[in-house]
């Protein structure tokens, strides 16, 4: 390895099938990344072209830096090579099966179920807003007027109706 190299900067000069053992790659791909970054070889070496390692380095990975913030087409599909597609859905689904064995992810069935239940109890809370304004200006003397009562009462409505919908489409 070491004695063909006549000076130190001949250490980082690598070619293709050198670089492509190192980096543990195809020489293919590594030939490819080359081409697409527009390396120029740093020399010749026993006929063939060297590359300095500075430059190649980044551009084998570039492409892999890249791709780790996922674009989405409009139809919610991820905008990647056909391969990297079959990498990126197999990561969905084992990050899935992830969240589901450390009961980090929760069936939305019984998500909606739980969300009905709690609406089930805030309603009638909501209900009584209005009641226990009116009941604290008459005792305590908070000083709301009728007008700002029933704007309260109006600002709540939308809320119960809303409330009410979710629990009559549960069942609850």
């Excluded at 390895?1 to 020489?27: H, L, P, T």
């Excluded at 604290?136 to 007008?147: F, M, V, W």
Aim: charged share 30%.
């Amino acid at each position: 390895m070491a004695n063909n190299v006549n000076g130190i900067q001949d250490a980082y000069c690598w070619s293709i099938n050198k670089i492509a053992i190192q980096f543990e790659m195809d020489r293919r791909t590594v030939t490819e990344r080359i081409r697409a970054a527009g390396i120029s070889p740093a020399g010749m070496k026993n006929g063939h072209p060297v590359y300095a390692l500075r430059d190649v380095g980044p551009a084998l990975y570039r492409r892999q830096m890249e791709t780790m913030t996922v674009e989405f087409n409009e139809d919610g599909e991820p905008l990647l090579e056909p391969r990297d597609r079959l990498h990126w859905y197999q990561a969905q689904i084992y990050k899935v099966q992830f969240e589901k064995t450390a009961k980090a992810l929760v069936d939305a069935g019984d998500y909606r179920r739980e969300m009905a239940k709690m609406a089930a109890v805030m309603l009638p809370f909501l209900e009584s807003v209005p009641d226990h304004l009116k009941d604290a200006t008459d005792r305590e003397g908070c000083g709301l007027d009728d007008a700002t009562l029933a704007c309260a009462e109006r600002a709540v409505s939308p809320i119960i109706e809303h409330l009410r919908e979710v629990i009559d489409d549960n069942n609850i």
